[in-house]
């Protein structure tokens, strides 16, 4: 009984196939940042393409434009187009470092990345003490770039 031999071009497309991911992610674990903050960013560039984020990140960080922020305690933006926000810097910092880390993930993995939008997710992570007992704020946060899905609806009317 001998086994039948697969020609090494097809094994090689199967392989290139295998590589060829639907989604890429880039993780930020224990960052040092409010979880509200975080948040309020991730609703702000949740299902945008990539680089409108980013373009939307970098005006926070010009003070052109304030993350919306629904918390009683935030005072108002006047002539900003909202109720109340903020400016949160360092946040904003690190959600664009993680969002060039998750464009060039995207670029390695070869993606077309006009057909792709943006998944943003924060939540808490595990708080340490600091010397004088107090806490720090820690944030896990998760990009990922998903398929734009299309509505069935569209189609068929």
């Known amino acids: 009984m001998e086994k039948e031999q697969k020609p090494e071009k097809e094994e090689k497309k199967t392989k290139e196939e295998k590589l060829k991911k639907e989604y890429v992610t880039a993780n930020g674990r224990n960052l040092a940042m409010s979880t509200k903050e975080a948040v309020?960013?991730?609703?702000?560039?949740?299902?945008?393409d990539i680089?409108?984020?980013l373009k939307l990140l970098e005006e926070v960080l010009q003070f052109k434009r304030a993350v919306k922020m629904n918390r009683r305690e935030v005072p108002h933006r006047h002539g900003k187009g909202m109720m109340a926000g903020r400016y949160p810097i360092a946040a904003v910092k690190e959600f664009i470092r993680l969002a060039k880390q998750l464009k060039s993930n995207a670029l390695h993995?070869?993606?077309e990345i006009e057909k792709y939008v943006l998944f943003c997710k924060a939540d808490k992570a595990s708080r340490p003490y600091r010397r004088d007992g107090r806490r720090f704020k820690r944030t896990h946060?998760?990009?990922?770039?998903?398929?734009?899905k299309e509505n069935k609806?569209?189609?068929k009317g």
Do not use: A, P, Y
């Not at 946060?141 to 734009?148: A, D, N, P």
């Open 153 to 155: 609806n569209k189609e």
């Open 51 to 53: 680089d409108t984020s």
């Open 109 to 111: 993995q070869e993606l």
């Open 40 to 48: 309020d960013i991730c609703r702000m560039i949740r299902g945008k």
């Open 141 to 148: 946060v998760l990009l990922k770039l998903e398929k734009l």
